[in-house]
């Protein structure tokens, strides 16, 4: 019973991050309705998720022969740490911007969802980056679409209608320039 109840959760959570990246507004309505404990979303999607980044940082070695096993780890650990990281500096600062986001252990769910979501649509852009033999330009290009799941959430977490233009771009600027400014640190120390 127990397995067949942890594989549902583990179908609903994917269910969900399809349904928030295809149809963002059925989507989070979706993920409020589901209810899922945030530590199942963390454990079941987007830590394996990361896992998935990190280890397909290997495959340019399969179609650029210049690039070593050693710099392919380094690559690997940096985008890892670069989106574990990304996560709690998100959570800090947005909760840091909007203190009425956080106030109650509801609306805190609420926003680790939202990030965490967002986040998940990154990985996923990057993980297909890092599987395609080239720099295709309209992978990156998709990373525009998140604003508008960014917009679509603000609903989810329940954002005064006179704020939800400013959260929306703070919220977006951070989900996408944050984990580009930690893997520009992180990659300093990447020894090509």
Do not use: Q
Not at 44 to 52: C, F, Q, R
Not at 107 to 133: C, Q, S
């Amino acid at each position: 019973m127990y397995l067949c109840t942890r594989n549902f959760l583990a179908m609903s959570i994917w269910h969900n991050i399809f349904c928030v990246i295809t149809s963002p507004k059925y989507g989070w309505e979706l993920i409020n309705e589901s209810n899922i404990p945030i530590g199942k979303v963390l454990k079941s999607a987007y830590l394996p998720l990361l896992v998935v980044l990190g280890l397909s940082c290997f495959v340019p070695m399969l179609y650029d022969r210049t690039i070593s096993f050693a710099t392919s780890l380094m690559t690997g650990i940096v985008m890892f740490s670069t989106y574990f990281i990304s996560y709690f500096i998100i959570i800090y600062l947005l909760s840091g911007f909007y203190p009425e986001l956080v106030k109650t252990e509801g609306a805190t769910a609420r926003l680790n969802d939202y990030i965490l979501y967002n986040l998940i649509f990154l990985v996923l852009l990057i993980i297909l980056r890092n599987l395609l033999p080239s720099d295709f330009t309209p992978v990156l290009f998709l990373m525009a679409y998140l604003p508008w799941m960014a917009y679509r959430g603000t609903d989810h977490l329940f954002v005064k209608k006179d704020k939800v233009a400013r959260f929306v771009i703070i919220s977006s600027t951070l989900l996408l320039g944050l984990p580009i400014v930690i893997n520009a640190i992180l990659g300093l120390f990447i020894i090509k």
